[in-house]
């Protein structure tokens, strides 16, 4: 994109920005006399928030809305208006966004339900205004949005209860939210912890405006400096993966609580992958890539963003696992949070010897034990000294202080040298309080320390923030097209042997085989070989029998050949046979498996996982959008278990890692083929050698055009 075209877009985009959040005049469409009734909130939030702007009340039946001048129609408007908020009957949401356009709205809000929501009939009626509404130059936000909030400037163009609140706390803060009711219950339990809000938005069915250019618009918004997202599901991964990389960049970091971490309801594929590469394991990992900050818990969402806003920027990218310094005036609570963090791979550590010396030196008297425990060892001056030290010391990336009773009844004890120690070093410092202290959490996040009611939202923070620090190559326009074969299908299931040649295309190295038929055996590979029915219409040979292996000469394969085609014809009577492959029997130090997919909500993602018939019972798999780099080639190895029996484990031979990171990286390219689109492909098994890797066993399916 060349200066120029970056100018216009940042121009397009602080255009939509004002009109979107901040607008001069707005038009309140389907606005209430009565009070009771949901369609007059917007008219009395802004009145009590502060709203400085024009605001127009659109009623048919009445002159007069809560003593403002009420219109007719949009058309009968007095003066031009930058959003209009849409509140009447779906019907007449149409006629609406013509008058909306026609005043002068860049931006129109449908509050109004009846559209994708109630199916197919539903679906085109959306479908239609959203493509009359791009017709027009107008952006739509919605149908069946609760609405938009600037809580700084006092637009609230929304029905939510939750802003019946007499105070607005302003912030830092932006939510994103598929779920409007949702939005409300983010901003009531944010601000009970002390969060301030800068914007507020509930998508609807995103008919145009999407979670991802929202998450655009906000990286550009100077009261915004974290996001928080809550996610149904992912429409517009193409748009919102820039912007979250485009949000790391500006230092503004991402939280995201996304439903659907059951299988229950995912709609998979047929193949190994396809199982264990499912749609939420696919969203974590194109999230953790793009830089978010995926939480498992909701309560996390809120209680992580004082952490997040003042670490995620300067974090460093670490190598292992991250090591925490647990200090405690409650061996029980600490105890709670240090099984937590273990579980997601965060890992408390004992002070080395020198440390312990060093603070004995300075009248502190510490164990070595991954849990300080200062409940009758230290005066709270000394407390404060430890934690100043550890957060300046290099065996810890991060120091935890979990508060007991103390914290309650008296927090100058216990919670005061925290404060105090804040302004020491800059290595994350948060605090977990055992009991309910609202007190002692007010001076905590006073003095920006992020502060936790629970071990588990604690460790699930902590565990976030370090695992943001690791974001994924973008190759996605770097790497040339590769140009599909004119010889081979452009749509269905490749037979094994097609699907070789696309792979050995690639880069990556596959067993060498050749093709044989009845009465024809003749080839050259060396024996012993495996022999297989090679079918564009069987996939899976081995639930019908089609695979021989061991086979040791050509007498050998004639009986196996001739036994391999009746157990096709039997299995797979209607299946069109090519003939039979016959392939080199490999060696292996160790069976993977390498797939890919190409998923239905982030779009292509490459699996690798341990191999063998109970792959799917372990699930022991890395995945990562594709295409790949070769450090996240290399991260993919570290991550799967089965793999350290090739690195090294207690004296076993080691396999060639660098080799196995290649063959994951030019797998990866499927995503740039040209011309198809891959829906998934598998090299099961791979096997991984003292020399190299070798693929011996290819599937490929194209979706259709």
């Given at each position: 994109?060349?200066?120029?075209?970056?100018?216009?877009?940042?121009?397009?985009?602080?255009?939509?920005?004002?009109?979107?959040?901040?607008?001069?005049?707005?038009?309140?469409?389907?606005?209430?006399?009565?009070?009771?009734?949901?369609?007059?909130?917007?008219?009395?939030?802004?009145?009590?928030?502060?709203?400085?702007?024009?605001?127009?009340?659109?009623?048919?039946?009445?002159?007069?809305?809560?003593?403002?001048?009420?219109?007719?129609?949009?058309?009968?408007?007095?003066?031009?208006?930058?959003?209009?908020?849409?509140?009447?009957?779906?019907?007449?949401?149409?006629?609406?966004?013509?008058?909306?356009?026609?005043?002068?709205?860049?931006?129109?809000?449908?509050?109004?339900?009846?559209?994708?929501?109630?199916?197919?009939?539903?679906?085109?009626?959306?479908?239609?205004?959203?493509?009359?509404?791009?017709?027009?130059?107008?952006?739509?936000?919605?149908?069946?949005?609760?609405?938009?909030?600037?809580?700084?400037?006092?637009?609230?163009?929304?029905?939510?209860?939750?802003?019946?609140?007499?105070?607005?706390?302003?912030?830092?803060v932006s939510v994103v939210s598929q779920s409007g009711s949702m939005l409300g219950a983010l901003l009531s339990r944010g601000a009970a912890r002390g969060l301030g809000f800068a914007k507020l938005v509930s998508v609807g069915n995103e008919s145009d405006i999407g979670v991802g250019e929202l998450v655009d618009l906000l990286v550009d918004d100077a009261a915004t400096e974290v996001i928080l997202l809550f996610l149904e599901t992912i429409r517009d991964a193409a748009v919102l993966g820039p912007a979250l990389r485009r949000a790391r960049t500006a230092g503004k970091p991402v939280l995201v609580y996304k439903l659907g971490r059951s299988e229950q309801g995912e709609a998979l594929a047929q193949s190994h992958?396809?199982?264990?590469?499912?749609?939420?394991?696919?969203?974590?990992?194109?999230?953790?890539?793009?830089?978010?900050?995926?939480?498992?818990?909701?309560?996390?969402?809120?209680?992580?963003?004082?952490?997040?806003?003042?670490?995620?920027?300067?974090?460093?990218?670490?190598?292992?696992?991250?090591?925490?310094?647990?200090?405690?005036?409650?061996?029980?609570?600490?105890?709670?949070?240090?099984?937590?963090?273990?579980?997601?791979?965060?890992?408390?550590?004992?002070?080395?010897?020198?440390?312990?010396?060093?603070?004995?030196?300075?009248?502190?008297?510490?164990?070595?034990?991954?849990?300080?425990?200062?409940?009758?060892?230290?005066?709270?001056?000394?407390?404060?000294?430890?934690?100043?030290?550890?957060?300046?010391?290099?065996?810890?990336?991060?120091?935890?202080?979990?508060?007991?009773?103390?914290?309650?009844?008296?927090?100058?004890?216990?919670?005061?040298?925290?404060?105090?120690?804040?302004?020491?070093?800059?290595?994350?410092?948060?605090?977990?309080?055992?009991?309910?202290?609202?007190?002692?959490?007010?001076?905590?996040?006073?003095?920006?320390?992020?502060?936790?009611?629970?071990?588990?939202?604690?460790?699930?923070?902590?565990?976030?923030?370090?695992?943001?620090?690791?974001?994924?190559?973008?190759?996605?326009?770097?790497?040339?097209?590769v140009q599909w074969p004119t010889h081979l299908p452009e749509q269905g299931d490749l037979s094994e042997l097609e699907a070789a040649e696309v792979f050995t295309a690639l880069g990556v190295p596959i067993a060498a085989s050749a093709l044989v038929r009845e009465g024809a055996l003749e080839h050259a590979v060396p024996y012993p070989v495996v022999a297989k029915v090679c079918s564009r219409d069987i996939l899976h040979k081995t639930e019908i029998g089609g695979v021989q292996v061991g086979v040791g000469d050509n007498a050998e394969l004639a009986a196996a050949a001739a036994r391999l085609l009746a157990n096709a014809r039997r299995g797979a009577p209607d299946a069109r046979i090519d003939g039979i492959l016959v392939q080199r029997m490999e060696d292996r130090l160790l069976e993977l498996m390498l797939g890919y997919r190409t998923d239905p909500l982030v779009g292509p993602i490459v699996m690798l996982g341990a191999g063998g018939i109970t792959a799917e019972l372990h699930r022991d798999v890395s995945l990562r959008p594709a295409p790949v780099s070769l450090e996240e080639a290399h991260q993919m190895i570290d991550e799967v278990r089965s793999t350290r029996l090739v690195r090294g484990f207690r004296g076993l031979p080691r396999g060639d890692v660098d080799a196995l990171a290649d063959a994951i990286v030019r797998f990866s390219r499927l995503a740039t083929v040209q011309g198809v689109t891959v829906a998934e492909a598998e090299i099961h098994p791979l096997f991984a050698r003292a020399d190299g890797v070798v693929g011996v066993d290819c599937v490929l399916r194209l979706a259709p055009h």
């Open positions: 994109m060349t200066r120029v075209d970056n100018d216009v877009a940042r121009h397009a985009r602080a255009q939509l920005a004002k009109a979107l959040f901040t607008p001069d005049a707005v038009a309140l469409v389907g606005a209430s006399a009565d009070e009771r009734k949901n369609t007059a909130r917007p008219l009395r939030f802004m009145r009590k928030h502060g709203f400085q702007g024009r605001v127009f009340p659109v009623n048919a039946g009445r002159s007069e809305v809560m003593g403002l001048p009420a219109y007719p129609s949009v058309a009968a408007l007095p003066a031009p208006i930058d959003h209009a908020f849409i509140m009447v009957p779906g019907a007449q949401v149409a006629e609406a966004l013509e008058q909306s356009a026609a005043r002068g709205a860049r931006v129109v809000t449908v509050f109004s339900d009846g559209f994708a929501e109630l199916g197919e009939a539903g679906m085109a009626a959306q479908q239609a205004l959203a493509a009359r509404a791009a017709e027009l130059g107008v952006r739509l936000l919605g149908p069946n949005s609760i609405g938009v909030v600037d809580i700084h400037s006092g637009a609230v163009l929304s029905v939510n209860a939750v802003l019946e609140t007499d105070a607005l706390h302003r912030g830092p992958t396809g199982a264990l590469a499912g749609n939420d394991a696919a969203v974590d990992a194109f999230l953790r890539k793009h830089g978010a900050m995926r939480v498992e818990m909701l309560e996390t969402l809120f209680e992580a963003a004082p952490l997040a806003l003042r670490h995620a920027r300067e974090l460093p990218v670490l190598k292992r696992a991250p090591r925490v310094a647990v200090v405690t005036t409650t061996g029980g609570g600490a105890a709670t949070v240090v099984d937590r963090l273990g579980l997601a791979g965060v890992e408390a550590v004992p002070p080395p010897d020198a440390f312990v010396a060093h603070m004995a030196s300075r009248d502190v008297k510490i164990r070595q034990t991954p849990i300080i425990d200062l409940t009758l060892a230290a005066t709270s001056t000394q407390y404060r000294d430890l934690v100043e030290q550890m957060r300046l010391a290099d065996w810890c990336d991060a120091v935890l202080c979990v508060v007991g009773s103390s914290a309650q009844f008296h927090p100058q004890l216990a919670v005061k040298p925290i404060v105090e120690a804040a302004g020491v070093g800059d290595k994350p410092l948060l605090a977990f309080l055992a009991p309910e202290a609202g007190q002692s959490l007010q001076l905590l996040q006073a003095a920006g320390v992020p502060a936790f009611r629970t071990p588990e939202s604690c460790a699930d923070a902590l565990a976030c923030l370090f695992r943001a620090a690791h974001v994924g190559a973008d190759l996605e326009d770097a790497l040339p097209r």
